[in-house]
C-alpha cells in the first residue's frame, strides 16, 4: 500500500513557478538551467520536507547494507 503524498501536486507546482519567479526565468530556456534553479533538494527544504534521506552519515560500504529497501 502506497503512502499518501506528503503535499500537494498543487502545492508543489505553485513552490516550482515560485522558485521559477524568484530567478527572473518563468519559462527557462534549457533544460540545464531548468534544472539549476529548481532541483529537488531546493524544492524538498521550501515545501518543509527537508533533504532525502542520506542514512544519517555512514560511510557509502555501509549504507549499501542498512539503507536497503527489502
Given amino acids: 500500500m502506497a503512502r499518501p503524498a506528503a503535499?500537494?501536486?498543487e502545492?508543489?507546482?505553485?513552490?516550482?513557478?515560485a522558485m521559477l519567479a524568484e530567478a527572473g526565468d518563468t519559462a527557462?530556456?534549457?533544460d540545464a538551467r531548468f534544472r539549476k534553479i529548481v532541483s529537488?533538494?531546493?524544492l524538498r527544504a521550501r515545501l518543509g520536507a527537508?533533504?532525502?534521506?542520506r542514512c544519517h552519515g555512514i560511510s557509502m560500504r555501509s549504507r549499501r547494507k542498512s539503507c536497503r529497501r527489502d
Avoid at 502545492?11 to 513557478?17: E, N, P
Avoid at 527537508?50 to 534521506?53: L, T, Y
Fill in 7 to 9: 503535499v500537494s501536486p
Fill in 11 to 17: 502545492t508543489i507546482r505553485t513552490a516550482v513557478l
Fill in 28 to 30: 527557462p530556456r534549457s
Fill in 40 to 42: 529537488v533538494r531546493k
Fill in 50 to 53: 527537508g533533504d532525502p534521506p
